[in-house]
């Protein structure tokens, strides 16, 4: 939410450059809720996640759909494309999940991404999957980065995902 004294407006996909790889850091709801989106769709396999106990990390490596770029994609008329990218939450004391095939092939797609909080500024970070597959990240704190790792490809489908 922008101020009204304040000259600067808040970003929009429309800011960005498209040619630019994301690099953005969550530390409140709001900024969550910009991560949820941007990753929304994205496709892994539970071989692409991560928990290191000793460094307190949680990591997902993403195939994530770049909706920042879909509507330029479709005025162009080329295809729509996807980014690999590391969703990585900090300070993670927990990890549980719910719903996930623990084979290392089985194929997630992210919905959405949200903040329980607790006491203290604690709080779980909850991934929830198409299927109803559930991760709940436990963390001393918000902190979740979502960077982009390599160059754009086309989407293999070639559609840009539909919800009902």
């Not at 892994?44 to 770029?69: C, P, Q, Y």
């Amino acid at each position: 939410m922008t101020d009204a004294s304040d000259p600067r407006p808040d970003a929009r996909f429309a800011d960005a450059d498209p040619d630019q790889p994301l690099a953005l850091r969550a530390a409140d709801t709001d900024d969550l809720a910009v991560l949820a989106a941007l990753a929304q769709d994205a496709v892994l396999t539970v071989g692409d996640i991560v928990w290191d106990r000793k460094s307190r990390h949680f990591a997902l490596l993403l195939n994530r759909f770049r909706w920042e770029d879909a509507d330029a994609a479709r005025a162009e008329r080329r295809p729509f494309e996807r980014v690999r990218s590391l969703l990585v939450a900090a300070d993670v004391t927990r990890v549980r999940h719910d719903g996930i095939d623990r084979d290392k092939a089985t194929v997630l797609s992210l919905l959405d991404l949200a903040w329980q909080p607790g006491e203290d500024g604690t709080g779980t970070l909850l991934l929830r999957f198409a299927g109803d597959g559930t991760i709940a990240v436990e963390a001393e704190a918000l902190g979740v980065d979502l960077r982009d790792v390599t160059r754009p490809y086309r989407a293999v489908s070639g559609d840009m995902p539909a919800h009902e």
